[in-house]
């Protein structure tokens, strides 16, 4: 297995949750931001892997406090978008059920709040 581990950046807005009530046009303007920092990490990569075998992708986000209750799968929204732009920085061919499987969100501590980080495993076999 391969790994790589984009750098620790700060979000762009605030994660889009599935319990949002949030309008049409509001949630097109936060997809297209995480998805272009989706892009943005994928393209900060040096060598870009080539994953062309099966990949499992992880959104980290930061938080100052574990404490506070969170569901970590309401999340997926914003996992999806941060995937559909590695998909758009080519960092693999589709993001179908063949090739990626994305992973709940963390939330952690590990990374400063109101940051992310993106962890990507893979085998080209």
């Given at each position: 297995m391969s790994e790589w581990w984009s750098p620790v950046l700060p979000i762009?807005?605030?994660?889009?949750?599935?319990?949002?009530?949030?309008?049409?046009?509001?949630?097109?303007?936060?997809?297209?931001?995480?998805?272009?920092?989706?892009?943005t990490a994928g393209n900060m990569a040096r060598p870009k892997p080539v994953i062309d075998g099966f990949a499992i992708y992880t959104l980290h986000l930061g938080v100052k406090s574990l404490k506070v209750r969170r569901d970590p799968s309401n999340l997926v929204p914003t996992s999806k978008a941060v995937c559909d732009g590695l998909t758009d920085a080519k960092f693999w061919i589709d993001d179908d059920s063949t090739r990626v499987r994305q992973e709940i969100p963390v939330i952690?501590?590990?990374?400063?709040?109101?940051?992310?980080?993106?962890?990507?495993?893979?085998?080209?076999?």
């Open positions: 762009p807005s605030r994660p889009m949750n599935m319990n949002d009530r949030a309008s049409h046009w509001t949630r097109a303007k936060q997809v297209r931001e995480w998805r272009t920092v989706g892009w952690t501590t590990d990374i400063p709040p109101n940051t992310f980080r993106i962890h990507i495993e893979w085998s080209n076999t």
